[in-house]
């Protein structure tokens, strides 16, 4: 997000649709559709009762409504959504709850981290962050060869049976229960 985001703050709800240009942090409420060619912030404790589209939205509030990121949708812990879910990527954190549809279309754009942070009511929140793509984990070196007499030691062990050991199965205890008597004739 710019560093210069609009911001609707803490305690106000604004009836109506909300349009335009850049980034919007939401902290407060809205009720109708918020649409910005920027990324959208929505705070713990905010709400929207419409649909939201914007590049990348990061959701830690409760949304009535549709979700259309043109980027990706991210939802935090303690989101609540009620309503689709359409972005190249999507993340949902757990504790994060999703009534409705997820979808992931269109072409992803360059991983890029998020340049606003979702205001918090407890500090100890951790906010869902993106990984980078995680570095392929180095290919194992092979063994040097076995000189020849540990081989002949090998099969010879194979032959006489040994490897690994048989599995261990508890012993189970005599069943307890009522004997049948046999019918006397």
């Excluded at 997820?102 to 929140?125: D, F, M, N, S």
Aim: charged content about 30%; aromatic content about 0%; hydrophobic content about 40%.
């Amino acid at each position: 997000m710019a560093s210069a985001a609009s911001v609707i703050g803490e305690g106000t709800t604004i009836r109506g649709n909300v349009r335009g240009r850049g980034s919007i942090e939401i902290r407060g409420h809205v009720e109708g559709d918020v649409e910005v060619d920027g990324d959208v912030a929505l705070a713990e404790g905010a709400g929207v009762d419409g649909n939201v589209r914007g590049a990348q939205l990061v959701i830690a509030g409760q949304i009535s409504g549709d979700l259309q990121g043109t980027e990706a949708v991210l939802l935090e812990r303690g989101a609540r959504v009620v309503g689709d879910l359409v972005a190249p990527r999507i993340g949902i954190a757990e504790g994060a709850l999703v009534r409705g549809h997820v979808k992931t279309e269109g072409e992803a754009p360059a991983p890029r981290r998020a340049q606003v942070t979702v205001a918090r009511r407890t500090p100890e929140r951790a906010s869902v962050e993106r990984a980078a793509p995680a570095a392929a984990p180095p290919e194992p070196k092979a063994e040097p060869a076995a000189p020849k007499e540990a081989v002949a030691d090998k099969s010879a062990s194979a032959k006489r049976g040994a490897g690994p050991p048989a599995p261990v199965v508890p012993a189970l205890g005599k069943a307890r229960g009522k004997k049948k008597r046999a019918k006397r004739s």
